[in-house]
């Protein structure tokens, strides 16, 4: 198959884009994927979690600025890289761009489905119906079963908002 | 010489190594921990020392209110002589880290044993509850309501798309490691090991020594626990490992059967030969006494040696370390003098002349 964007490199890189439960496939040469890496991001809902799946992990992966600094505790991504240890729970939120992908790889998934702390359990938000819809949204990726994907990331949007406008603090 | 509460630790053997508890012929022991922060509070390393002793402080009140955790000992590390410290790593009860720069630095020990929480390890906390034998359900049953009773008291960090935020971010996500310690001498002894450990990596454990991270395995014993914390829940990290250890016991069941059947004499040899050292020899090193003794409790698990109980093996393990054989003597003994008090105490508690 020949890229679509240049027609002419074998195209080894595959996209499924599902926009308003529409699929549409894109299938791109290395080097026209990673010119197109940014803008494929910027209007892809999925493409965090699919990006394992159609190997365009490279493609978009960011790497935070070497001095950008934790607000809370001064840390360095630089710092975290040569220590491998986070400064404080802020850092998280500083360097959430890395850090999605770090986590993933080191874990193969990006997403908590533990427990949480009692005091958050008891907050109205149901946080075991909202890790049920990611297990089974995972689940529908890695069976390739996208329309099921689509349809599980809408209602976890749905609920996410909930939450959001019923704790405002919310990462 | 050392603290009086401690020294109460040494006449009582740890729970976990009673030798009972599920298969407890081939797992030593079963062991969960959980890493968790408080909020707003910088992580340890990069913590001052006032942000240190704050964290120390609201850890050690909120501990106090458990009631897991009733009648606990709380020892700060810095009141601790370098012995103590040393015996309280042997024990299982602290890591090697937890004693190194002392200062904000603690333990809570519950349940003779079973618990032990660390205050300003590399995260603010970290719970551990050890059980003997394979008893990883009962162990996280545990953990997770001393966890829910502390999460009462402390703002824990924690993120809804992330988990618990550990200082590594390993621990990231439940914060949870499930260690099983194991004792596979037939897959040493019949070469099968290393592709044994090859195949659990790649299922997601890994395997370390005695002593955890960092450490050599010695004695045949090896350390299986979870490499991933994140993406799964407690209970399916829990099953993973658990389904992953049965299928390695199997293996190392089926070697031992298959050396009684085909090698018997070499085996019954080499294990009564090594009893025979423990039994007349007047000097031990740590590491001799570790092989010899991972032999012998090899001859009590396939039944050969009459009359020995697994316990005393398991003690002897513990109780032949330096601090322990220090702590015994009731002071400070060179390399040399530790071997001949180790020869001693296991010449006595395998009935040899003392």
Request: net charge neutral; glycine share 6%.
């Given at each position: 198959?020949?890229?679509?964007?240049?027609?002419?490199?074998?195209?080894?890189?595959?996209?499924?884009?599902?926009?308003?439960?529409?699929?549409?496939?894109?299938?791109?040469?290395?080097?026209?994927?990673?010119?197109?890496?940014a803008?494929?991001?910027?209007?892809?809902?999925?493409?965090?979690?699919?990006?394992g799946?159609?190997?365009?992990?490279?493609?978009?992966?960011?790497?935070?600025?070497?001095?950008?600094?934790?607000a809370?505790?001064?840390?360095?991504?630089?710092?975290?890289?040569?220590?491998?240890?986070?400064?404080?729970?802020?850092?998280?939120?500083?360097?959430?761009?890395?850090?999605?992908?770090?986590?993933?790889?080191?874990?193969?998934?990006?997403?908590?489905?533990?427990?949480?702390?009692?005091?958050?359990?008891?907050?109205?938000?149901?946080k075991?119906?909202?890790?049920?819809?990611?297990?089974?949204?995972?689940?529908?990726?890695?069976?390739?079963a996208?329309?099921?994907?689509?349809?599980?990331?809408?209602?976890?949007?749905v609920?996410?908002?909930?939450?959001?406008?019923?704790?405002?603090?919310?990462r | 010489?050392?603290?009086?509460?401690?020294?109460?630790?040494?006449k009582?053997?740890?729970?976990?190594?009673?030798?009972?508890?599920p298969?407890?012929?081939?797992?030593?022991?079963s062991?969960?921990?959980?890493?968790?922060?408080l909020?707003?509070?910088?992580?340890?390393?990069?913590?001052?020392?006032?942000?240190?002793?704050?964290?120390?402080?609201?850890?050690?009140?909120?501990?106090?209110?458990?009631?897991t955790?009733?009648?606990?000992?709380?020892?700060?590390?810095?009141d601790?002589?370098?012995?103590?410290?040393?015996?309280?790593?042997?024990?299982?009860?602290?890591?090697?880290?937890?004693i190194?720069?002392?200062?904000?630095?603690?333990?809570?020990?519950?349940?003779?044993?079973?618990?032990?929480?660390?205050?300003?390890?590399?995260?603010?906390?970290?719970l551990?509850?050890?059980?003997?034998?394979?008893?990883?359900?009962?162990?996280?049953s545990?953990i997770?309501?001393?966890?829910?009773?502390l999460?009462?008291?402390?703002?824990?960090a924690?993120?809804?798309?992330?988990?618990?935020?550990?200082?590594?971010p390993?621990?990231?996500?439940?914060?949870?490691?499930?260690?099983?310690?194991?004792?596979?001498?037939?897959l040493?002894?019949?070469?099968?090991?290393?592709?044994?450990?090859h195949?659990?990596?790649?299922?997601?454990l890994?395997a370390?020594g005695?002593y955890?991270e960092?450490?050599?395995?010695?004695?045949?014993?090896?350390?299986i626990?979870?490499?991933?914390?994140?993406g799964?829940?407690?209970?399916?990290l829990?099953?993973?490992?658990?389904?992953?250890l049965k299928?390695v016991?199997?293996q190392?069941?089926?070697?031992?059967?298959?050396?009684m059947?085909?090698?018997?004499v070499?085996?019954?040899?080499?294990?009564?030969?090594?009893?025979?050292?423990?039994?007349?020899?007047?000097?031990?090193?740590?590491?001799?006494?570790?092989?010899?003794?991972?032999?012998?409790?090899?001859?009590?698990?396939?039944g050969l040696?009459?009359?020995l109980?697994?316990?005393?093996?398991?003690?002897?393990?513990?109780?032949?370390?330096?601090?322990?054989?220090?702590?015994?003597e009731?002071?400070?003994?060179?390399?040399?003098?530790?071997d001949?008090?180790?020869?001693?105490?296991?010449?006595?508690?395998?009935?040899?002349?003392?």
């Open positions: 198959m020949v890229c679509e964007l240049c027609k002419q490199a074998q195209a080894t890189v595959h996209l499924t884009e599902i926009v308003n439960e529409e699929m549409t496939e894109l299938h791109l040469c290395e080097a026209c994927a990673n010119q197109k890496g803008q494929v991001e910027s209007h892809f809902g999925l493409a965090d979690m699919l990006s799946l159609a190997d365009f992990g490279k493609v978009h992966e960011q790497e935070e600025p070497a001095t950008k600094a934790c809370a505790c001064g840390m360095t991504y630089d710092d975290f890289r040569k220590v491998g240890r986070l400064g404080c729970a802020e850092c998280y939120h500083t360097f959430k761009r890395s850090l999605g992908g770090l986590l993933k790889r080191i874990h193969g998934s990006p997403l908590h489905l533990g427990k949480s702390p009692i005091r958050l359990a008891r907050t109205p938000k149901s075991a119906e909202l890790a049920d819809l990611r297990r089974k949204l995972e689940r529908a990726i890695e069976n390739e996208f329309e099921e994907a689509a349809r599980l990331r809408d209602q976890i949007r609920m996410e908002q909930q939450e959001q406008q019923a704790k405002p603090r919310g | 010489m050392g603290s009086k509460a401690l020294d109460e630790l040494l009582q053997p740890s729970e976990w190594l009673r030798g009972a508890g298969v407890s012929d081939i797992v030593i022991s062991r969960v921990r959980l890493a968790r922060n909020e707003k509070y910088p992580f340890t390393a990069r913590a001052s020392k006032a942000s240190q002793s704050e964290v120390l402080r609201l850890a050690k009140e909120s501990l106090g209110q458990s009631a955790l009733k009648r606990s000992l709380i020892f700060e590390i810095k601790l002589d370098e012995i103590d410290r040393q015996f309280l790593v042997e024990r299982h009860l602290v890591s090697r880290e937890q190194v720069h002392a200062e904000h630095k603690a333990v809570a020990i519950g349940q003779g044993e079973v618990i032990s929480v660390m205050i300003n390890e590399e995260d603010h906390l970290r551990q509850v050890m059980q003997s034998g394979l008893n990883l359900q009962d162990a996280w545990l997770d309501t001393l966890d829910d009773e999460s009462e008291t402390l703002p824990y924690y993120s809804s798309d992330w988990g618990y935020l550990t200082s590594c390993t621990n990231t996500g439940t914060g949870l490691r499930a260690s099983v310690m194991a004792h596979l001498p037939s040493v002894l019949t070469k099968q090991i290393n592709k044994v450990l195949t659990i990596t790649r299922l997601g890994t370390r005695l955890g960092g450490t050599e395995a010695s004695g045949n014993f090896f350390q626990s979870n490499q991933v914390a994140l799964r829940s407690e209970e399916e829990i099953e993973n490992i658990e389904r992953i299928e016991i199997h190392e069941q089926t070697g031992r059967e298959s050396l059947a085909n090698n018997r070499q085996l019954e040899d080499r294990i009564w030969r090594a009893f025979g050292l423990l039994r007349h020899a007047k000097t031990v090193s740590s590491s001799e006494a570790l092989d010899l003794l991972s032999a012998v409790r090899l001859g009590v698990d396939l040696m009459n009359g109980d697994r316990k005393i093996v398991n003690e002897m393990f513990i109780f032949s370390q330096p601090a322990h054989l220090q702590k015994l009731g002071k400070a003994l060179s390399a040399k003098e530790r001949t008090k180790r020869a001693q105490l296991i010449r006595s508690r395998l009935g040899g002349q003392s």
